[in-house]
């Protein structure tokens, strides 16, 4: 008994996230219904002495110290919610639960009161940084109520990933607030990402680099202002040879991506917010794109597509690293706006430069450009859009040169770069003073007596189109 931390769900998540709260020395108990999972957790916990697992729900609920601190690694959607309903008939008041998945952040609110009725607290919890996050410091994103984080803090402190010393965890805010970030942060995730491989395409296809001269491309950058985990597993990638074969694995990887949602959510719920994210949406189309695999190759042999022409190689390596520093910059900036007014929209009151403090390490989307954001909204917490940063618009603008000629050379040549060219096309729209939305103004006005405002002086107008 007087286990510190309990965990529900043994999975390789779990299993992880528990032995690491273990060798911090905190005291865990693990709980799964999988006499395996119980078993693969014993195996790995080897002789370890503070840390137990049982497949049940009493034993495990009776070894924990009150508050008890439980922590769910489960599948987001009902699943979650069966576990709470398996674990609440044996908690007593002030036990916390934690839920540590990509769970949907209007879920997690209904959650937080139904559990607050009942004086449980409850934590959405995002936790990213996959298996290897998880066994050695994730970044984690909790909301909930904030008296009770006092209870997780000092656990999710040390186990979390250390920036230059400081835990990559932060309190957020109520409620869904952790959720949501986390659901941010996966939709930038799937911009990066989506950069990542556009630029890969561009090089591979109008310089023809191998896969070895890939590596080394993405290792070269991985030193530099490009320094982030998805361009240091993208060198990796490359230089991965395939088990079954003697070709190079990434040439054996079917180009249709999977998705589980959360990289949607973001893009919905950005919809719903007004607030635009089309680099984060044009990713979420791609994956989907790329999964209509049949299609494609009809359609392919439909249409001619442009000789691509080859162009010097340096040249494009350099324009290229430019374009994909702007266009991560770009990701960071739509996410990191959809914080900001959701943060309004929701009662989240997040702190930015909290957020991409916990960023900085650990989690999928740590990358060395997120010290200087975080420096930007230290400087002005109150930043609406990191392109109204001072100090980040000489860094864009000496890359955009540059991300005109690569967007430009992708177009002339047919390779779609729709991530990289939506990002161009958002700073160009989202820096314009003046855009031709009036025409559209008059259309509404014209076809559906909608009304418009005018430049010269202030009210609603209305004209009957086409009469003198
Ligand atoms: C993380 C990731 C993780 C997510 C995967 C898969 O931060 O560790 O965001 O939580 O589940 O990246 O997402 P998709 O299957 O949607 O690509």
Same mark, same amino acid.
């Given at each position: 008994?007087?286990?510190?931390?309990?965990?529900?769900?043994?999975?390789?998540?779990?299993?992880?996230?528990?032995?690491?709260?273990?060798?911090?020395?905190?005291?865990?108990?693990?709980?799964?219904?999988?006499?395996?999972?119980?078993?693969?957790?014993?195996?790995?916990? &080897?002789?370890?002495?503070?840390?137990?697992?049982?497949?049940?729900?009493? =034993?495990?609920?009776?070894?924990?110290?009150?508050?008890?601190?439980?922590?769910?690694?489960?599948?987001?959607?009902?699943?979650?919610?069966?576990?709470?309903?398996?674990?609440?008939?044996?908690?007593?008041?002030?036990?916390?639960?934690?839920?540590?998945?990509?769970?949907?952040? =209007?879920? =997690?609110?209904?959650?937080?009161?139904?559990?607050?009725?009942?004086?449980?607290?409850?934590?959405?919890?995002?936790?990213?940084?996959?298996?290897? &996050?998880?066994?050695?410091?994730?970044?984690?994103?909790?909301?909930?109520?904030?008296?009770?984080?006092?209870?997780?803090?000092?656990?999710?402190?040390?186990?979390?990933?250390?920036?230059?010393?400081?835990?990559?965890?932060?309190?957020?805010?109520?409620?869904?607030?952790?959720?949501?970030?986390? /659901?941010?942060?996966?939709?930038?995730?799937?911009?990066?990402?989506?950069?990542?491989? @556009?630029?890969?395409?561009?090089?591979?296809?109008?310089?023809?680099?191998?896969?070895?001269?890939?590596?080394?491309?993405?290792? =070269?950058?991985?030193?530099?202002?490009?320094?982030?985990?998805?361009?240091?597993?993208?060198?990796?990638?490359?230089?991965?040879?395939? @088990?079954?074969?003697?070709?190079?694995?990434?040439?054996?990887?079917?180009?249709?991506?999977?998705?589980?949602?959360?990289?949607?959510?973001?893009?919905?719920?950005? /919809?719903?917010?007004?607030?635009?994210?089309?680099?984060?949406?044009?990713?979420?189309? /791609?994956?989907?794109?790329?999964?209509?695999?049949?299609? +494609?190759?009809?359609?392919?042999?439909?249409?001619? +597509?442009? @000789?691509?022409?080859?162009?010097?190689?340096?040249?494009?390596?350099?324009?290229? @690293?430019?374009?994909?520093?702007?266009?991560?910059?770009?990701?960071?900036?739509? &996410?990191?706006?959809?914080?900001?007014?959701?943060?309004?929209?929701?009662?989240?009151?997040?702190?930015?430069?909290?957020?991409?403090?916990?960023?900085?390490?650990?989690?999928?989307?740590?990358?060395?450009?997120?010290?200087?954001?975080?420096?930007?909204?230290?400087?002005?917490?109150?930043?609406?859009?990191?392109?109204?940063?001072?100090?980040?618009?000489?860094?864009?603008?000496?890359?955009?040169?540059?991300?005109?000629?690569?967007?430009?050379?992708?177009?002339?040549?047919?390779?779609?770069?729709?991530?990289?060219?939506?990002?161009?096309?958002?700073?160009?729209?989202?820096?314009?003073?003046?855009?031709?939305?009036?025409?559209?103004?008059?259309?509404?006005?014209?076809?559906?007596?909608?009304?418009?405002? +005018?430049?010269?002086?202030?009210?609603?107008?209305?004209?009957?189109?086409?009469?003198?």
């Amino acid at each position: 008994t007087n286990y510190d931390f309990g965990l529900v769900g043994l999975g390789v998540m779990g299993r992880n996230f528990i032995l690491n709260v273990a060798d911090n020395n905190f005291s865990a108990f693990g709980y799964d219904l999988s006499v395996a999972q119980v078993e693969a957790l014993k195996v790995e916990a &080897g002789d370890m002495k503070n840390v137990n697992a049982t497949t049940d729900v009493n =034993t495990f609920v009776q070894a924990l110290a009150t508050p008890r601190k439980i922590m769910l690694l489960v599948p987001a959607g009902k699943i979650v919610d069966h576990a709470i309903e398996n674990l609440l008939p044996l908690l007593d008041k002030g036990d916390i639960i934690i839920d540590g998945g990509n769970s949907f952040f =209007t879920d =997690t609110d209904r959650r937080e009161a139904y559990l607050k009725e009942k004086g449980i607290h409850f934590f959405g919890s995002g936790v990213s940084g996959g298996a290897e &996050g998880a066994r050695n410091g994730p970044s984690i994103m909790p909301g909930g109520d904030k008296e009770a984080y006092a209870h997780v803090k000092p656990i999710f402190e040390a186990v979390a990933a250390k920036y230059k010393g400081e835990p990559c965890v932060a309190y957020l805010g109520p409620k869904s607030a952790g959720n949501y970030v986390k /659901m941010v942060h996966n939709g930038i995730e799937y911009a990066m990402m989506q950069l990542t491989s @556009e630029i890969y395409d561009l090089l591979k296809k109008s310089c023809d680099l191998s896969n070895e001269e890939l590596h080394q491309v993405y290792d =070269t950058w991985n030193k530099g202002r490009l320094q982030s985990f998805l361009v240091e597993i993208t060198a990796e990638i490359f230089a991965q040879k395939d @088990e079954l074969t003697d070709a190079d694995l990434i040439d054996m990887i079917l180009d249709k991506a999977k998705q589980k949602g959360t990289g949607k959510w973001t893009s919905q719920n950005a /919809m719903d917010l007004g607030i635009p994210v089309p680099t984060i949406d044009m990713a979420v189309s /791609m994956r989907e794109i790329s999964a209509l695999k049949d299609e +494609r190759v009809q359609a392919d042999q439909l249409y001619s +597509r442009p @000789e691509v022409a080859h162009i010097a190689k340096e040249q494009l390596i350099s324009q290229a @690293e430019q374009a994909l520093y702007f266009s991560f910059i770009i990701a960071y900036t739509q &996410g990191l706006h959809q914080l900001s007014y959701a943060s309004k929209e929701y009662g989240y009151d997040l702190d930015l430069s909290t957020i991409a403090k916990i960023w900085r390490a650990g989690c999928i989307i740590r990358a060395g450009l997120l010290a200087d954001i975080a420096e930007a909204y230290t400087t002005d917490n109150k930043l609406p859009n990191l392109l109204l940063s001072p100090s980040f618009a000489p860094k864009i603008q000496g890359t955009l040169l540059a991300v005109r000629e690569v967007v430009g050379f992708a177009s002339k040549n047919g390779i779609p770069v729709p991530g990289l060219s939506s990002a161009l096309s958002y700073f160009d729209a989202y820096t314009s003073s003046k855009l031709p939305l009036n025409l559209i103004q008059a259309q509404r006005d014209h076809f559906g007596s909608h009304t418009y405002e +005018r430049t010269d002086q202030n009210g609603i107008f209305h004209t009957e189109w086409g009469k003198e």
